[in-house]
């Protein structure tokens, strides 16, 4: 059919249009910040509001370089950028390129007021706070019926401990009459008796969460008797409930995981500590034997029987050792002696050797004066009758008695005759 345009001809027709628009090209906006959102990319999603309108607004990470403060729900703001229309989604938002304040909005200022004199009374002292059950049994939950918050909740609840008991209060949470519900729900749930209770919902914009901003809200919570954990919205709302609560959780999911303990692990840490405990009792056990036997060992020692086999044992050692002392003296002696006798029986014999040496040489020079020797060589020894030796023939006259003696023997003779050589003298 003639005429007929595909959605993304429409729309890019459309995003032509505010392109080739000047006023739309660089323009201010000023509003109050609503549905404030700091994505995880780095981008802030948020929505321009005054009396008449909203307006859909984004900052890109890039261009967060020049904004001085942190942007949040309720403040009064100028910003500038560019309109320009999202071809995907077919909607136009601005783009900011720069964010100033521009004082405060009514409702940032109805919070900031309330606020201060919450304070003020006391109502956020820490000495009201109370602990939150660590293995609560019965949780109460103040919250919608439907929606992400009690279905988170409840997910969370079943996977961390089912046998955990979740009374829920069906309570209007946004819009006329929200807080006069919240109030009832925490005044019925606090009379049950529970172990604690969830207050709170999902994320929105300030005015969708502004009943959690009501004093009345604010005073229900500070006086009951059951320990309150707060879950509104993001992580980055805040709101007074999670000033009065005892405990702020940045979403219902990590209200859940707060409240309601993981059983798993909870079975984890008691076989943990049966483990421990058994490992410290047989430790125990352990020493208490070997002090035992130690202290029985002790009273072995000490006693006198023992002491006495101690002493006699002492007794034969020592006796041993004396009766081998003893012995390897006399061994000693005896070896010392039989050295002596050696070095003795050497020495003697070295003794008589060199004397046996000495006699030859005396024995032969001896025998060279002997008169054997010269009798033995044809000579004889001449003495008188007397034995005196005779030099001379004067020394025997004729007809006396001699005796000669010669190598083999003695003769006795008499002298016949008496010549005298001739020339002789002595």
């Not at 100033?100 to 919450?118: A, H, M, N, S, T």
């Not at 209060?169 to 109030?183: M, N, R």
């Not at 008188?384 to 001379?392: C, K």
């Not at 008695?401 to 023997?409: E, K, T, Y």
Request: hydrophobic residues 40%; proline residues 3%; positive net charge.
């Amino acid at each position: 059919m003639a005429g007929v345009y595909s959605v993304t001809q429409v729309n890019s027709y459309i995003k032509n249009m505010f392109t080739q628009d000047f006023l739309l090209r660089r323009l201010s906006v000023k509003g109050e910040v609503s549905n404030c959102k700091y994505h995880s990319s780095g981008h802030i999603y948020f929505t321009l509001k005054d009396g008449g309108g909203t307006l859909s607004a984004v900052m890109f990470a890039g261009q967060r370089k020049g904004l001085k403060f942190r942007l949040a729900e309720g403040q009064q703001v100028i910003v500038k950028g560019t309109v320009d229309v999202y071809e995907r989604d077919g909607k136009y938002q601005l783009y900011a390129s720069e964010i100033q304040p521009d004082g405060r909005g009514d409702l940032y200022v109805q919070f900031e007021k309330l606020l201060k004199e919450l304070e003020e009374m006391g109502m956020f002292a820490a000495q009201y706070k109370r602990p939150i059950p660590r293995y609560a049994k019965r949780i109460g939950i103040v919250t919608a019926p439907t929606g992400a918050a009690v279905r988170d909740i409840i997910n969370i609840s079943k996977r961390r401990n089912p046998f955990v008991e979740l009374i829920l209060y069906p309570a209007l949470v946004q819009g006329e009459g929200a807080k006069d519900s919240i109030v009832r729900g925490i005044r019925t749930l606090d009379g049950m008796g529970l172990d604690v209770l969830i207050v709170g919902r999902g994320g929105g914009s300030i005015e969708d969460l502004w009943a959690f901003n009501e004093e009345e809200v604010a005073k229900a919570i500070f006086a009951c008797n059951t320990p309150v954990i707060s879950a509104v919205g993001h992580e980055t709302d805040v709101t007074i409930a999670d000033y009065v609560a005892d405990l702020r959780a940045p979403t219902p999911s990590a209200a859940a995981e707060l409240a309601v303990f993981d059983y798993a692990q909870f079975e984890a840490d008691l076989e943990a500590r049966r483990q421990k405990l058994s490992r410290e009792m047989g430790f125990f056990l352990e020493q208490a034997k070997s002090r035992l036997k130690h202290e029985k060992l002790k009273i072995e020692i000490h006693h006198p029987q023992h002491m006495i086999r101690e002493k006699r044992q002492r007794l034969a050692e020592l006796s041993d050792g004396l009766g081998r002392l003893m012995e390897d003296r006399i061994d000693e002696d005896r070896r010392k002696s039989l050295m002596r006798e050696d070095q003795i029986r050497r020495a003697m014999e070295r003794r008589l050797e060199s004397d046996k040496k000495r006699m030859a040489v005396i024995s032969g020079k001896m025998w060279g004066l002997s008169p054997l020797k010269k009798l033995s060589q044809g000579y004889g020894f001449v003495t008188d009758a007397d034995g005196r030796r005779l030099e001379s023939v004067e020394q025997a006259p004729v007809g006396s008695r001699i005796n000669v003696q010669l190598a083999d023997g003695k003769l006795a003779a008499k002298v016949e005759e008496r010549r005298e050589a001739e020339g002789w003298k002595r």
